[in-house]
Each structure stands twice: as structure tokens, then as C-alpha cells.
Nanobody, 122 residues
Framework: QVQLAESGGGSVQAGGSLRLSCGAS????????LAWFRQAPGKEREGVAG????AGTTTYSDSVKGRFTISRDNGDLQMNNLEPEDTAMYYC???????????????????WGQGTQVTVSS
């Protein structure tokens, strides 16, 4: 059974860094995708980074491109040069199977973690 357990959130000042762990377990092949979504109060859920684990191909939203990196080893999310606008609850999500670089919409993702809070102060 696939399980995702995020960790690593916290509070940082603008310009700081955090690394979020996805904690994915239960996958028996590498033909799956992982992604990170975030949701701030009063805003829609936003996909920020995704990866096709078999090939290591990645995708990023424009809002985080160049600052965030999703790990090809385990789907962890390295966040650098954080901005107050990055404040949100962050969720790791996984598909049951995958054949290529994922889009950053929630629909294909069937496994979700409980979320970890990231707060960036100015």
C-alpha cells in the first residue's frame, strides 16, 4: 500500500531555504509520478513541481521555477530563496502509475500526504 508522509516544513525568513521530504513508501516499480502541491488560505490548490520517477523528468510552475528543485531520488522538494508568497500548506501527491512527466493538476494523483506547513516571513 502506497503511503506518503511529508515532513520538513517550518518557519523561515524571506530568502531562506527549506527541504520538504515526501516520505513515499509502498511503490513496487518506478513507473509512477510524484508532485508537490500547495494551498494557501483562501486560494486554490496549486501544483508547483512534478517528476516522473522512471525517467527523472521534471516540471515546475512558473512561480517556483529556478528556486525549487524536486529530487530525482525520492521526490523531496528543495526550496531556496523563499518568498512570503510561498507560505502555504504543502502536500506530496503520487499517482498509481505514470508514463511520462506529469502535469501539475490534481486529478491523476490518487495518493496524498497529510501536508506540512511552510511559513515565510518578510
Amino acid at each position: 500500500q502506497v503511503q506518503l508522509a511529508e515532513s520538513g516544513g517550518g518557519s523561515v525568513q524571506a530568502g531562506g531555504s527549506l527541504r520538504l521530504s515526501c516520505g513515499a513508501s509502498g511503490y513496487t516499480t518506478n513507473k509512477y509520478c510524484l508532485a508537490w502541491f500547495r494551498q494557501a488560505p483562501g486560494k486554490e490548490r496549486e501544483g508547483v513541481a512534478g517528476i516522473y520517477m522512471r525517467a527523472g523528468t521534471t516540471t515546475y510552475s512558473d512561480s517556483v521555477k529556478g528556486r525549487f528543485t524536486i529530487s530525482r531520488d525520492n521526490g523531496d522538494l528543495q526550496m531556496n530563496n523563499l518568498e512570503p508568497e510561498d507560505t502555504a500548506m504543502y502536500y506530496c501527491a503520487g499517482t498509481s502509475w505514470c508514463m511520462g512527466t506529469p502535469g501539475l493538476t490534481p486529478e491523476p494523483f490518487v495518493y496524498w500526504g497529510q501536508g506540512t506547513q511552510v511559513t515565510v516571513s518578510s
